[in-house]
């Protein structure tokens, strides 16, 4: 099963690191937030990744075509610039990645998104956001009800601390889920081929009429996810998702090594 992550906004709201690169290769821990959503699908089964580019793509091309290298040992033949890895990390990944246009909506990056999707059940995310989701109990989720889609529903974390009051005196101050708030789209999603009907062109945003149709016809349920769940939509964000990862087993780390 393949997996689509859409890469090609220019994240505006973290313009003091998307200013030189893609909000996806902004990083948390030294690495990029796309190489830990990446890393937390292989933990369950999935390689093959299709990627939606669009602002500064060449940032993100350059980044898988030197990943290997640049992780391993190598040995080079100055005689025919040849490189060869010779020793160190390997992966088993395959990525193809799609320039879908630098304006383009989320709803024209996924339709360009599904003829690379094989004709059959995908996977697909945001480049900007980890969790510890059990991706393959969100498939199971998918596969029971027959639908044509699969939104995983998240609780927010607080944006500011949660007070608990008793009279005038504060006995607990937390910043943890809103779980006495509502609902919010994770974009954790799984999504069957017949979706691309639902989506006119490039300037249609996802979150909008094809969610709303898809709700309207029952085709849509959402699998609801307790546990931790984050994007990083501005600097606070990041500055969370490092710390979260200094201080040493990051709640979305749900994979070896």
Excluded at 38 to 58: N, P, Q
Excluded at 147 to 152: E, G, N, R
Aim: proline fraction near 4%; charged fraction near 25%.
């Amino acid at each position: 099963m393949k997996v689509g992550i859409l890469a090609g906004g220019l994240g505006a709201r973290l313009a003091e690191e998307t200013e030189t690169k893609p909000k996806p290769m902004v990083e948390v821990g030294g690495r990029p937030i796309l190489w830990h959503i990446m890393m937390h699908y292989r933990a369950f089964g999935h390689k093959d990744f299709v990627i939606a580019l669009g602002y500064k793509s060449e940032y993100i091309k350059k980044y898988m075509i030197d990943y290997c290298q640049l992780n391993s040992s190598l040995r080079v033949d100055m005689a025919n610039g040849a490189v060869h890895v010779t020793d160190g990390f390997k992966s088993d990944w395959c990525v193809d990645l799609v320039d879908t246009g630098r304006d383009t909506q989320t709803g024209g990056r996924i339709k360009q998104l599904i003829p690379h999707m094989g004709n059959e059940t995908f996977m697909l995310t945001w480049g900007d956001g980890v969790s510890n989701i059990d991706l393959h109990a969100l498939l199971h989720f998918h596969r029971s009800h027959g639908k044509l889609a699969t939104l995983t529903a998240v609780r927010p974390p607080a944006r500011f601390g949660h007070l608990e009051m008793d009279g005038d005196h504060v006995v607990e101050f937390s910043e943890k889920v809103q779980t006495k708030e509502g609902w919010i789209n994770g974009a954790f999603f799984v999504l069957e081929p017949g979706v691309e009907d639902y989506i006119d062109g490039h300037d249609t945003q996802w979150e909008k009429e094809p969610l709303e149709r898809l709700a309207s016809d029952g085709q849509l349920l959402a699998y609801r996810h307790h546990d931790f769940w984050q994007c990083m939509d501005n600097l606070r964000d990041k500055r969370r998702l490092d710390s979260l990862w200094q201080a040493g087993n990051p709640p979305w780390k749900t994979w070896e090594g």
